[in-house]
């Protein structure tokens, strides 16, 4: 069976990026007609699989974004309040303590479980009049023409064609799609696995986030909701991809061990822990990010180390700038002038963000005395002087502006 349909905009992944891009163009394009391309099947009601049991860090700017897509009433009761970050440097003085005073008093940030957000976001975009889901859909062919892109997608039994003035592409890192089209991505590999997994432990965590740094890599431990009464929270743990495998697969006792001697005692004794996964860490970006009619969003786009938990929320604040870029320049919203504006608008941002968390683990990875006291120097001075930890805050929960006072 062959159809065709036109839309104004198509967006190829129905992750969280791709439906929180969708439910921003509705909010600042009311009068455009989008679709959402998912290749994997999604039953009626639930959503996309790549919405599991890991969890997200929401910075306090994202929070602020779902807030105004009025998403958060439904969302604030599944999530659980950060009210303090520290950020150490095992085994040496160096530390930086982020206090929610920092933020008028209001939380830095929450987790959340991605299923309940997946949820909730597609709920949303089932919901919206002009925003049509296609599932399974998996993109067969795209072509550009001068005022259009072209989209043959379907599953075994059916194709279809669809035109849009815009494709937007998030489909995950190294985009399959967009190497077709001829983009190439830079990579680096840390030669490392992120160990994920929720830990039960005796005291309670009181809203305290920890990302500690060791040579071996950082550990990171942000606080989860108690589920009756138990003191929970979310584990990511960076190792060697050996020793990863080795935690993987070794006794909850051993693991527990392990993790105690690792991280120490400011949450008392590790008592449990559930499924645990691993997974390669790389940082990958896209050497093109938009041409025209064209632009590449989340990890399509910059698929970061998730050390500070910073990759969500850039590719939140990059959705949203789109939306509004696309909403002020009108006309056109595949021409190139305006993806153009919109680059120049996100490139601080995607630039800082990225350099932070990379630098932090080569900086902290490093044996070399000198190298050891200046980070330990660097840390106490970002605790220290207000003007420096403020900037530092403002960056992590998302709430920076550049010099032409822009969010960012």
Known sequence: MNSKQQYDIAIIGAGMVGLSQALLLNRALPDKRIVVLEARSIRQGDPSPSFDDRVTALAAGSIKL???LGLWAELQS????????????????????????????????????????GKVLMQAVESCEHIDLHAPAAVKSVSFATDKVSVTYGSEQTEATLTAALLLIADGAESAIAKRLGISFESHDYQQRALIANVEHQRAHQGHAFERFAEEGPLALLPLAPIHGRQRSALVWTRKPNQADLLEQCSEAEFLAALQKQFGWSLGRFCAVGERQSYKLQLINANEQWRSRLVLLGNAAHFLHPVAGQGFNLALRDCERLALVLAEQGGDLG??????????QRSNDQWLTTALSHQAISCFASSFVPMQLARNLALSSLNHVTALK???????????????GLRI
């Open 66 to 68: 779902l807030n105004e």
């Open 390 to 404: 403020s900037l530092f805050s403002s960056q992590m929960m998302g709430q920076a502006t550049n010099h032409k």
């Open 335 to 344: 021409a190139l002038s305006g993806l153009n504006t919109y680059g120049q």
């Open 78 to 117: 599944a999530t659980q309040d950060i009210s303090h970050v520290k950020v150490s440097d095992r085994g040496h003085f160096g530390a930086i303590n982020i206090a929610q005073e920092q933020n008028a008093g209001s939380a830095l940030g929450c987790t959340l479980s991605n299923r309940v957000l």
